[in-house]
């Protein structure tokens, strides 16, 4: 089962665009759901995003790069 | 330019930025001395201007999580006294700049008890201390100021530069029984508002916890020509000046200090008697200060070792100034470096 990484709806505020700033975990770790993952900017508060789920993780937006509302930014293949 | 995300790996190891790293180790130190607590501006609701205390407030409550008005002297004071009564205090100046307003605090009292006291009280404070420009904020927001506490006897002073030493060093200044400074230059924190996480700045940082000794120098690269000795952010500026001249033939060894005070001075020396030539990058203030310290140590161990005279790459003796243009003439940046490198080179076949 596969699950999106989005970044939560009460982290946007009034903005609809942010940035990925890093990714705690490479691209195809394992993670456990509710470990910080990675840490994105909305306006200029630095946020952390949580794992939705435990499994492996896949990176699909890439550090530096502009995400919007709703945006899947990656996923968790739970096995 | 957007970075390539890693390969993928095995296992799951942490990429951490500096600031989740050192707060990593507050976090840890703070679970297991219910007597340290943390007191600054903007530290409990805002987590830090930098980031270094978010979520500490949710954990560890008002009590120990302590945000304070606009009062360094206060607030110093306090911690201070704190410390020689059995805490261990740990205090947020967000801009090092600021430790002007209580500097008398600092250094007459919380640097100087121990000793004055005969060893009676010991002064278990850790400061942790952004620094640093690079990002127009002017005069008095963007000094580097290592030689202004390091100037002083009893305060030990670390700074890292990459994420693994961000946590162990910090895990070394609590574990300190007396003042400890942790300073972070604003470039190298990891927070996308201050400019995207440097790539060698973010690092591989176990869960568990360690520490690095103070005084202990790490070669980050290691060459046969020249050495190029830097601290924070200057060992990622001489990292890339030694990139450049490689492709020149020049081969430069990098030698992070991560101390101030203690100097390694035997690593120093060791490395520059190996290579001969020695460059000092820094961006404090070019009199009097780090790169002087460490000119010293060749100049008195044996100046003989030099094959060239060695050259100083600091921030020239001016205050920092608010045009982007005129403030990068003035940082220790790459090209500086270069240029600085070359200089030691003529004649050399």
Known sequence: MSVDIVVPQEMWGDSTEGVVVTWIYQNGASVAKGQPVAEIMVEKAQLELVAPASGKLTILAVPETVIGRDQVVGRIESA | ??????????????????????????????????????????????????????????????????????????????????????????????????????????????????????????????????????????????????????????????????????????????????????MVHKRLWGLGWLGFPLPKALATVPEHDYTIPFGQSRIWREGGDVTIVGLGLTVHNALQAAEQLASEGISAEVLDLRSVVPLDREGIFKSVAKTGRLVVADEDYMSFGVTSEVLAVVAERDPTVLKAPAVRVAYPDVPVPFSRPMEDFCLPNVERIVAAVKSTMKGKQ
């Open chain 2, 1 to 182: 330019m957007a970075q390539p995300v890693p390969a993928a790996a095995a296992g799951s190891e942490r990429t951490l930025t500096m600031a989740r790293a050192g707060r990593e180790a507050v976090f840890s130190e703070m679970r297991k001395n219910p007597d340290m607590f943390v007191i600054g501006e903007d530290v409990a609701k805002l987590g830090g201007v930098f980031g270094t205390t978010v979520g500490m407030a949710e954990e560890f409550g008002a009590s120990r999580i302590i945000d304070t008005p606009i009062s360094e002297t206060g607030f110093i004071g306090i911690a201070t006294g704190a410390a020689m009564a059995g805490m261990r205090p740990i205090v947020e100046i967000a801009f090092v700049d600021f430790i002007g307003v209580c500097f008398n605090q600092i250094y007459n009292f919380a640097a100087k008890t121990h000793y004055m006291s005969g060893g009676q009280f010991k002064v278990p404070l850790t400061f942790m201390i952004g620094y640093g420009g690079g990002y127009n904020d002017a005069a008095q927001h963007s000094q580097t100021l290592f030689a202004t506490l390091g100037h002083v006897p009893g305060i030990k002073i670390v700074t890292p530069a990459d994420a693994y030493d961000a946590k162990g060093l910090m895990a070394s200044c609590l574990q300190d029984d007396n003042v400890t400074v942790w």
